[in-house]
DNA sequence: CGTTTTTTTTATCATTTGTAAAATTTTACC
DNA sequence: GGTAAAATTTTACAAATGATAAAAAAAACG
């Protein structure tokens, strides 16, 4: 998915901010496994994915817990460092062999205070993710994990075909062994 | 909470913008055990609590499912609503008789679309909204649910000491049950 | 202050989910 | 294509959580 698709999915700029936006970000590529963030840094970048799917996880007694997957148009970014200024709790691995846009964060704050409509731009960023985020969060507290595992199957059919499943175990809150049942009982 | 305070917290606005938007909100009061907002409606007004506690909840086969508590300074809103004007999930229930401050959205967006800082002011808003909303998601990935009982206990004494605990074991996401059972290993 | 209602705790039993290990299937690579 | 490695499923057993009912405690109210 190309730049100019992903900048107007997030908000309709006019053409010279959509430019003064675009001369920020740079393309660039990595190998399936790389870890492209990591917890505990204040990371200095964000990326949109052009190609290629990532993952989201943090460290718990030597577990790792995936908490989000990313796809072609979605961002990669670490909200603490991107909003707070402080470290992150999450890694970022690449599932896949991924092309990425990347844009660096103080670029886009100074962009901020000088456009109003870039400054709009980053409000309706943040109020998308917000609206996916909290989605996810009442998906969990209300529904069963079977439930959640249907609803994945349904808005992402790509992300389990794509992703093994004991990450997938791991975003819907089970263990691998209760996400096998699951899919037994579908049969 | 002053509504001064709660603005400043959000965002530090230059003096004009904040007389701007403070022209827009006004003071309003509700009884213990109104609902203010409903599932299932495009809401025009946001609330900022000036004193008192409320809860977020969503029904699921006739069972309140409560997935959000708020209190002075915070901000009620159905994001949905907000965001995409669309139907939200959360009945908000006041637990407490409160007096809020009332800001009707379209008068908010308007603002955005003209004062530069009002827009940053509203970015802000949401990534702070973000930040949090993120922090329980991965919260409630990552710890059990005793855990949580206990970051609940520290973060938000008050919350356990205001709301009744059928209310804080559905926001854990456990029975009223297995939380005395947590509560009686505690002590 | 005493009564009623609501909230919280406790006890018992059934169900679900987890852990560990083995069996099977799929994938990667020489 | 064959072999090794990785991923997935299955099984057996253990631990945790849920459902239900009943008792105890706390709160609301005349």
Redesign the pocket.
Known sequence: MNIEKILDNIYSLPETSKQTLKKQITEVSFPKGHILLRANRIEKNIYFIKKGIARAYSNKDNIEITFWFGKEGDTIISMKSYIANLKGYENIELLENCELYELKTVNLQQLFEEDIHIANFGRRFAEKELIKTEERLISRQVR???ERYKELLKDSPDIIQR???????SYL????????????EM?
Chains 1, 2 share one sequence.
Do not use: C, E, M, Y
């Not at 992703?163 to 175990?169: K, N, S, W």
């Not at 809150?173 to 037994?184: C, D, E, F, K, N």
């Open positions: 069963t994990a079977t992703v093994q499943l004991g990450h997938i175990a809150g089970i263990t691998q062994v209760s996400l096998s049942r699951i899919r037994a049969k």
